[in-house]
């Protein structure tokens, strides 16, 4: 089993659309959890982080955290074409030496006009 | 600019060959971080520092890979004998020594390996 699954996608919803993107983890220490957004060619950029049970909003985007099912997931209101990217779930848990962030295989977001 | 700087941009070398990559964390940021991404997948744990110690470093990390943070502050990752199945990009991040702390990435280093 995979530490951190996403369905690759590619996932099309019409510009205007709410976009709703998941993610399960299998370990259940993991203590933090962040959506990233990437571009093609590009590297990650951080757009969410969620840390307790429950949604957190941030403008358009909201995250939300079951711990007892293991599974985030990241809402994108009114979308549009520029949202489209890759959106990585990303899994942090304490190792030995400090923290270790482990991420999804990304689900390609195509938002069409 | 204040991000995570990362040197070069794109490296293409012949299988054989030594690459040594440079990353510039920001610049109060005591953890590092050395990914690396292959087309259609997520970036995959390469090692990690705090501050010039080398944490830990997953099984990916062959002996041709080595990384270096001699001051605490920049770090090198070099790959020896290249191979054709070292081509990736190679991303670092950074970032604060806190529990639940957000890394930052920087913009990668595209490797090719012909």
């Known amino acids: 089993q995979k530490e951190v699954e996403q369905n690759s996608g590619p996932l099309s919803v019409p510009e205007g659309a709410i976009a709703s993107l998941n993610c399960t983890y299998s370990?259940?220490?993991?203590?933090?959890f962040f959506w990233y957004r990437q571009y093609s060619g590009k590297s990650p950029e951080l757009i969410m982080s969620?840390?307790?049970?429950g949604d957190k909003e941030d403008g358009r985007f909201t995250a939300q955290l079951n711990k007892a099912s293991q599974y985030v997931s990241l809402l994108i209101r009114d979308s549009q074409p520029s949202d489209s990217a890759t959106y990585l779930c990303?899994?942090?848990?304490?190792?030995?030496?400090?923290?270790?962030?482990?991420f999804g295989t990304g689900t390609q977001l195509k938002v069409e006009l | 600019d204040t991000g995570v700087s990362q040197d070069p941009r794109h490296k293409i070398t012949k299988r054989g060959q030594n690459v040594t990559f440079r990353c510039d964390p920001i610049?109060?940021?005591?953890?590092l971080y050395w990914y690396r991404q292959t087309l259609g997948q997520g970036p995959e744990f390469l090692t990690y520092?705090?501050?010039?110690?080398?944490?830990?470093k997953s099984r990916l990390l062959s002996d041709r890979f080595s990384a270096e943070r001699p001051k605490g502050s920049f770090s090198t990752l070099e790959i020896q004998r290249t191979e054709q199945g070292d081509s990736a990009m190679y991303l670092c991040?950074?970032?604060?020594?806190?529990?639940?702390?957000?890394?930052?990435f920087g913009s990668g280093t595209q490797l090719s390996v012909l």
């Open positions: 991040a950074s970032s604060l020594d806190r529990v639940n702390e957000k890394l930052f």
């Open positions: 370990d259940r220490v993991s203590q933090s």
């Open positions: 969620i840390y307790s049970n």
């Open positions: 990303a899994v942090l848990r304490l190792t030995g030496g400090g923290n270790k962030l482990t």
């Open positions: 610049s109060e940021h005591n953890r």
């Open positions: 520092f705090q501050n010039e110690a080398q944490l830990e």
